[in-house]
């Protein structure tokens, strides 16, 4: 991991935003073309507030990070039963 991640996931306030210029899958547009069912996860996330989403490796699930817990809350509760959701807080 890079000194550059360390900082952006460590520092305060924590700015995921910088996440979508500097963090990225090359996974995601091969995996998109064949399954945009993932794609339109993601962009379901970001939709739903979320200031970084992404697919996890190469594409067993697709994350999104919320600035509050209720954020996340509220999104997962707007998902489908039948994907798995969980919320990590931080805090």
Sequence with gaps: V??????????EPRDF???????????EETVFASRPAIRELKERLEGMGAVFASMS??????????????AAQTARATLPKEYFAH???PE
């Design 2 to 11: 890079s000194a550059d991640l360390r900082k952006i996931c460590r520092g």
């Design 17 to 27: 935003r910088k996440f979508r210029k500097r963090v990225t899958n090359d996974f």
């Design 57 to 70: 490796g190469s594409g067993s699930s697709v994350f999104g990070v919320f600035e509050t817990l209720s």
């Design 87 to 89: 919320i990590e807080d």
